[in-house]
């Protein structure tokens, strides 16, 4: 079973259009991430959350619309898409929301995303 | 401020050799840092961790030096194997709650 589980793992759309990308964990932790990876690898938080509540929004536009159904999925929508939107996408989830040895993020395998 | 990097340093090492992998981190308040691994087509997975009140901390085959006077992180990994081969972060957190990445570089292991 895959602890940080994301789909699509590929996505391929136009500009203008919208897509989620959806991220389930199963290892029982509180606390969801969404990252962005771009093309030179550099790797940026977008979002946080814990026990479903938003706790960390990095100045990420208001196109991008996270939603966390419960504590185990946190979904990323992102509308009218441009195409510096092209990047990898990671879900992580830590124990909670305190970084230590114990609680820190384990990633998912990543969702690539790329807007033509 | 963040450690931004315009483009992504490679270190080529022979298999069998040592490898040290150099991390300048921006905040001097952070207080824990962490090494991730990234393969190809996977995400990060982490390495080895050390806090502020530590100078260096050891694994299997992996060794992270804190420099708190320059900011400077380095990883160490002793006898080098293709295994290796990925791209290497650290990350730096003083808030607790969130980490910043490094640039990345890129380890490739040569027979």
């Known amino acids: 079973d895959t602890a940080v589980s994301q789909t699509p793992k590929y996505l391929v759309t136009q500009m203008g259009n919208d897509k989620s990308i959806k991220c389930e964990q199963n290892l029982g932790h509180d606390t969801m991430y969404w990252y962005k990876q771009d093309s030179k690898k550099f790797l940026k938080i977008m979002f946080s959350?814990?026990?479903?509540?938003?706790?960390i929004n990095e100045t990420v536009p208001n196109r991008f619309s996270p939603k966390s159904p419960d504590k185990a999925h946190l979904n990323l929508h992102i509308n009218s898409l441009e195409l510096g939107d092209s990047a990898v996408y990671f879900c992580a989830s830590s124990q909670d929301l305190v970084l230590a040895g114990g609680s820190l993020p384990f990633f998912g395998e990543g969702s690539r995303l790329t807007v033509l | 401020g963040e450690s931004v990097g315009l483009h992504l340093p490679t270190l080529s090492v022979q298999e069998g050799d040592n490898s040290i992998i150099n991390c300048a981190y921006s905040?001097?308040?952070?207080?824990?840092f962490i090494w991730y691994k990234q393969e190809s087509g996977k995400g990060p997975q982490f390495i080895i961790d050390?806090?502020?009140?530590?100078d260096k901390r050891q694994g299997q085959r992996v060794t992270v030096l804190l420099n708190k006077t320059v900011k400077h992180l380095s990883l160490q990994i002793a006898a080098t194997q293709p295994g290796d081969s990925a791209v290497y972060f650290c990350a730096e957190s003083y808030s607790t709650d969130k980490l910043i990445f490094g640039t990345g570089t890129r380890l490739q292991v040569f027979p």
């Open positions: 959350y814990n026990n479903k509540e938003l706790i």
């Open positions: 905040n001097s308040a952070s207080d824990y």
């Open positions: 050390i806090r502020s009140n530590m």
